[in-house]
């Protein structure tokens, strides 16, 4: 970004505010937020410095979540994190928060949610508070149940009829800052 790693220039910043749904000031925390992670001032985020992120360190997903973010610059950074900016509400943005979630499901990384791949994001989630079975018998009925062409796996259409909007964003959306810009 820009002519250096230092700093951004305003037309990256007028362009990312468009992209992304985030004011100047949020890029400009992102930013120094971003170079503070960046240890080894490559201008690109590692698996572990990615995870140092308590937002994302938290989360029970993490793993995936470094699967599907690893090695990122700022712009990439910002795109993916605005796929979490709750007070970005327009359909792009849902769309994206979506597939986001999508991917994060799609273990294998193969177009659709199997039940394996559900049921080792669901274990994930769940951890030791269900048996395997339980996990397993959860899968198959959400597999069953919104599997709507019966080829026993999701796609990206069938997933998305299992979650209305309001719900979405529930599911995808965190507090990043003490001042309540959410994310």
Do not use: W
């Not at 572990?48 to 470094?66: D, F, G, K, S, V």
């Amino acid at each position: 970004m820009g002519s250096s790693m230092s700093n951004l220039l305003p037309e990256e910043l007028e362009e990312l505010e468009t992209e992304t749904g985030f004011s100047q000031q949020q890029l400009k925390r992102l930013f120094g937020r971003f170079m503070s992670l960046d240890k080894s001032s490559t201008g690109v985020l590692s698996t572990n410095e990615l995870l140092a992120i308590p937002e994302i360190a938290i989360n029970p997903l993490a793993p995936r979540l470094a699967v599907l973010l690893r090695e990122v610059n700022f712009r990439d950074f910002v795109r993916n994190l605005a796929a979490f900016n709750c007070s970005n509400h327009n359909s792009n943005n849902d769309s994206k928060r979506l597939s986001l979630l999508f991917r994060i499901y799609d273990v294998d990384d193969d177009g659709f949610i199997s039940q394996e791949d559900l049921q080792q994001v669901l274990e994930m989630l769940v951890g030791e508070c269900f048996t395997a079975r339980q996990v397993e018998s959860t899968a198959r009925r959400i597999i069953s149940e919104y599997d709507l062409d019966h080829d026993c796996a999701l796609s990206l259409q069938e997933f998305s009829k299992a979650f209305s909007d309001e719900d979405l964003r529930d599911t995808m959306t965190f507090k990043m800052y003490s001042d309540d810009t959410a994310f």
